[in-house]
């Protein structure tokens, strides 16, 4: 095709969309609408808990309109790392809620079912065989490492997407995928060059937040030889060379080399040109295909049971001799929690403090106190739940009640905005597999199935 065009509908099934914005996409007679489902950026715990991010009834609200929308034009749906974090549980909870939504709505469609999640006895063969190797300063997979796992996802790329819909499906649900995959695979299938797939892929991933102001709705790109037009769908945006070249640079360590499964995509040479006061045409992009095809392999464990209590002051005494009044809690919390058993090895101890530093800790350069008020969150982690309730709570009872030079207060230290003031978070997870591996084809490792909904 001389030209394919892709419709996003926000960053992630489950943020939302204004209808409008993707009545506007179907008026463009889009080739493919997406949305990505999920990110690893929410952290270890999704992954290991089986639970998604976004609320079930937003996921249904996006869904809902997207397959209307999808049937409707008789146009592929394709939705990557579905339920949050492409796990078993993640992809069964809305293969769950598009067969409840077809029915509700009495649509008629072919799906494929893309599995991401890796079993134990693979990983452990591949370790073995020496297919895999460390990421992000990560020591080498070892079988014991993998056995521990909670869950193992492996990042798919564009092939299992080309494989369904050419297997005749029209919505295509995947477990956990590079986030632009779903849209390279499309366009990559439509004949057009891996680059600009890539690239516009790139763009999609996040909807409309390469355009300005920044939000979660609709864009679309147009894919053809030599490069991408970006098009926000609400009026109320645009794209600039600005805000497009700034959303290419994000969630990458490079700011030119995207790895991706089977290459890299080389973004140095991009020239952004505005087409209109709305539109922004992207060139120069190049594709360089790996001499070794790789997988990214994510992987969980768990990491012990927290309890959390978030509390507040503004006594200007206290604030002055912070450092020294902490410490203070500290050791008292060490003391009692000693005398119940919970010794200082059976727990850790955590007091984030927003307004001094609570965002960048020991590597926040301004060291001086400028507000009036802090906040804090105070965080128990132990192997047991009960340890990290018990020490929580008398960590609470400290940072109410310790004494602090000049103190007028006899009452208490903090204000509490929530009762009761503990919080069982329950159990925390790590990662704990961050590696890649080196598949026999791009295939083998992502089984797809068919049904009729």
Known sequence: MQEFRLLSTSGILGYGFPEASLAAGLERRPDMIGVDGGSVDPGPHYLGSGKPFCSTMAIRRDLRLMLRAAVAQHIPMLIGTCGGAGGKPHLKLVVELVRDIAREEGLHFPMAVIHAEQSKADVVRWTREGRTRPLAHQPPLDPATVERAERIVGMMGPEPFVKALDDGAQVVLAGRSSDPAPWAAAAMRAQLPPAQSWYAGKMLECGATASVPKGHDCLLVTVRDDAVECEPLNSERRCTPLSVANHALHENASPIHHIEPGGLLDTEACRFEAVSDRTVRVSGMRWQPADTYTVKLEGVELAGYRAITICGTRDPLLIAGLDSFLASVRRNVEQKAADFGATPDRYRLVIRSYGHDGVMAEREPVREIRSHELGFV????????????????????????????????????????????????????????????????????????????
């Open 378 to 453: 105070v965080e128990a982690v132990a192997d047991e739940q009960e340890i990290a309730n018990a020490v929580v709570a008398i960590a609470r009872t400290n940072m109410l009640h310790t004494d602090f030079p000049g103190r007028l207060c006899r009452e208490g230290n903090m204000a509490f905005p929530f009762s009761p003031s503990d919080i069982e978070v329950g159990a925390m997870y790590r990662f704990s597999v961050f590696h890649t591996v080196a598949p026999d084809d791009p295939l083998a490792m992502f089984p797809i199935e068919h049904e009729r909904v």
